[in-house]
């Protein structure tokens, strides 16, 4: 005999999943939807998180993005070729010498960049529907700061190397 979710839940003492088994489980949705959006505009996850980070940051290294996507060196190397390649970014040598080639965002990557955020919204609308603005506020408020607490990351790591 099968119960459903909502009986399961119902009962006393019935095991609610832990809060990381969710987001876990939210991340693997988003990223499911995010990969066939972002195909269609011709660009990776990995890409995308790129192109974003550098609409935030002006200048950082291949070394620094690949920190920030959760890959190696070695992979956002490849990925920043990639893009550069295309037009979307331009690498310069860092102004201060040394062999660290900082990344910047061209017009055409903004572009694409635009056009992939514009996916990313209906994704996030979708997924936030049931949700007040208020509520949604303190959601991305909450998750910030848990991502914060398992990895801080100092202002002066942020800024250290960049010109």
Known sequence: MTTSRAGAAA???AATPRLSYLVFRLERRIRGRLDDALARHGVTTTEYMALSELRLRDGPSSAQLARIAFVSA?????????????????RRPDPRGGRVLRVRLTRAGLATLRRCDRALDEIEQVMLAALEEQNRQALADHLAECARALHPEPETERTADLP
């Open 74 to 90: 070695q992979a956002m190397n490849l990925v920043v070729r990639d893009l550069e390649r295309r037009g979307l970014v331009l």
């Open 11 to 13: 009962r006393p003492g």
